[in-house]
C-alpha cells in the first residue's frame, strides 16, 4: 500500500514568491493534516480536515497561506508570498478517524522550503 | 492547558546498551491517549504506539516497551539492547478528547537519541 505521497521534496525560493506544497493521503483516509516543523522542534499543526472540510484552521496565518483539498482526497497548501520565517519542513499526514478515539497519523517525507 | 514536555533534548549510549526516553505530560481531561512517534534522519515520522487513558498496562514490542503511569503522568520508552538503527528523533505526543470530537495533537518537543557503534 502506497504511504502518504508529497511534492516537491524541496523547494528554494526568493521572498515574496508564492509557492505550493501537494500531497496525497493514503487512500480512504478521511482526515488529512498540514504540519510545519522548525529544526529541532516538534511538528505543529497548521490545518485538519474531515473529508473536504477544514474542522481546525486557527493555526494557520491566513494573511499568506491557505489550503484546499479537493474532493476530500489530495490537498494543496500555498504561501504567498513567503517571508524568510517561512523556511521550514511542511508536513503532511493522514488518518482514518472512527468512533472511538484518535488513531495513528502517517506522515509523509514532507517538503524542505528554503526562503531566500 | 495541555503540555507534553520530554526533557531529555539529546541522548547518546554505545550500542546493546538499554535506553529510556522520559515523556511527562499535563492534562485535565479524564479520558485521553498517547502516542510515540519515531523520526529517523530520513525526516518521515513513524508511528510507534498509541495508548488510551484507561488502559495502563505496560507494552512490550520487540526491544520496545512502554510504562504508562497516570499517578506520574509519564509515558516513558525503553529501547532494550539499542542499534544503530535506533538513532532517531523520538516525539511523545498527547491527544485529548474534546466534547466536539474535534482532537488535537499536542507533541513534545522530542528526543535525538544516538546510538554509537
Known amino acids: 500500500e502506497a504511504g502518504v505521497v508529497q511534492s516537491p521534496r524541496y523547494k528554494i525560493i526568493e521572498k515574496k514568491q508564492p509557492v505550493a506544497f501537494w500531497c496525497n493521503p493514503i487512500?480512504?483516509?478521511?482526515?488529512l493534516y498540514w504540519y510545519l516543523q522548525n529544526l529541532g522542534q516538534g511538528p505543529e499543526l497548521l490545518i485538519r480536515?474531515?473529508?473536504?472540510?477544514?474542522?481546525?484552521d486557527s493555526q494557520l496565518p491566513k494573511d499568506r497561506f491557505s489550503a484546499e483539498r479537493l474532493k476530500g482526497v489530495d490537498s494543496t497548501l500555498k504561501i504567498q508570498p513567503a517571508e524568510l520565517g517561512d523556511s521550514a519542513v511542511y508536513l503532511c499526514a493522514s488518518s482514518l478517524e472512527l468512533a472511538g478515539g484518535p488513531n495513528e497519523q502517517f506522515f509523509g517525507p514532507g517538503t524542505r522550503l528554503t526562503v531566500l | 492547558a495541555q503540555k507534553v514536555t520530554q526533557a531529555q533534548t539529546e541522548i547518546s549510549v554505545v550500542e546493546k546498551e538499554d535506553v529510556t526516553l522520559d515523556c511527562v505530560y499535563e492534562t485535565r481531561d479524564t479520558t485521553y491517549y498517547l502516542f510515540w512517534y519515531k523520526q529517523p534522519p530520513s525526516g518521515e515520522l513513524v508511528f510507534l504506539i498509541r495508548?488510551?487513558?484507561?488502559d495502563e498496562q505496560n507494552e512490550i514490542s520487540g526491544r520496545y516497551s512502554w510504562n504508562f503511569q497516570k499517578s506520574t503522568s509519564s509515558f516513558n520508552f525503553t529501547i532494550t539492547a539499542s542499534q544503530v538503527v535506533d538513532s532517531a528523533v523520538y516525539f511523545c505526543a498527547l491527544e485529548n478528547e474534546p466534547m466536539d470530537s474535534n482532537y488535537q495533537l499536542i507533541w513534545g518537543a522530542g528526543t535525538k537519541l544516538i546510538i554509537k557503534p
Open positions: 487512500s480512504g483516509h478521511n482526515t
Open positions: 480536515y474531515e473529508n473536504e472540510e477544514a474542522v481546525d
Open positions: 495508548r488510551n487513558s484507561f
